[in-house]
C-alpha cells in the first residue's frame, strides 16, 4: 500500500490501474477537491482485511472517506455523492436519464470490459477465467453497437451537456484496445471519449 499527498479533506482508497478509481479520480479533479490517495496492491489483499471490509463489505476499491470520516463504497455512489448539486448531476426526468446510464454501465459494461482488459493486459498467470473472454467481447461488442446508434445523434449520453453518466461509462470504455476490444468501427464512440477527455479537470489513468 502507498500512500500520497497530504493535507486532505478526502481519502482515496484506490489501486494503480483501476478504471472505477479512475472515475472518482477524474472528478475529484473536475471539483477541484483535495484528497489524499491509498493506493493498494491487489494481490496483496489489504481490500480484504477486517478493517477495509468495514469500509466496503464487498472488499474491492474505490471507497471514498469523506471530511466526516464516512466510507462510500461503488463508484458510482461516490460520483452521485460528490456531483450532487453541481450542473453534473441534473434534477427532475433529467436525473433519471443520468441514473439509467450509470445503472447501464455496472451491468451490462463493466464486467465485461474490465475483465476482457484484464486477462489480455495485466492477468500475469495463466487465468481459468480466460475462457470467457469470447463471451465478453461478445458483451463488450454489443455494448459499443448500443453507444454508437445512441450516439450518433446526440454528443453525450443522458443529456445534451457532459453528466456522471459519461464519466461512470467512460474508464472501460477508453481502454477497451487493452481487452483487445476494437473501437475501430465505432466513430460515433471514439468522438464521445474525445469530448470526455476535453473536459476540464480531466487526468488521465497514470500521472506522468
Ligand atoms: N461495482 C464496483 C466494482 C469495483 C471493482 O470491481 N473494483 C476492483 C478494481 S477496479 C477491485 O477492487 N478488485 C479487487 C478484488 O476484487 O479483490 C464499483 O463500481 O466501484
Request: neutral net charge.
Amino acid at each position: 500500500m502507498q500512500q500520497t499527498e497530504s493535507s486532505a479533506m478526502y481519502t482515496l482508497h484506490d489501486s494503480r490501474l483501476s478504471g472505477n478509481a479512475w472515475k472518482v479520480r477524474i472528478l475529484l479533479s473536475q471539483l477541484r477537491l483535495k484528497y489524499r490517495r491509498i493506493t493498494h496492491v491487489l494481490a496483496d489483499n489489504t481490500t480484504r482485511t477486517p478493517e477495509f471490509l468495514v469500509m466496503n463489505p464487498a472488499g474491492k476499491v474505490p471507497v471514498l472517506i469523506l471530511p466526516s470520516g464516512e466510507a462510500i463504497p461503488e463508484s458510482n455512489a461516490i460520483l452521485w455523492h460528490l456531483a450532487q448539486g453541481t450542473p453534473l448531476v441534473p434534477g427532475g426526468l433529467d436525473q433519471v436519464r443520468v441514473v439509467q446510464w450509470m445503472f447501464f454501465e455496472q451491468s451490462e459494461v463493466l464486467k465485461a470490459f474490465s475483465a476482457a482488459r484484464f486477462f489480455t493486459s495485466i492477468a500475469t498467470k495463466e487465468e481459468e477465467k480466460k475462457v470467457e473472454l469470447a463471451a465478453w467481447r461478445t458483451q463488450a461488442s454489443y455494448v459499443l453497437k448500443t453507444l454508437e446508434l445512441h450516439l450518433a445523434s446526440r454528443e453525450f449520453v443522458a443529456l445534451a451537456r457532459y453528466t456522471i453518466a459519461d464519466l461512470a461509462l467512460y474508464p472501460y470504455i477508453s481502454m477497451a484496445e487493452q481487452g483487445a476490444i476494437d473501437l475501430g468501427p465505432f466513430p460515433h464512440v471514439r468522438s464521445w471519449l474525445a469530448r470526455i477527455e476535453a473536459q476540464p479537470g480531466w487526468v488521465p489513468l497514470l500521472e506522468q
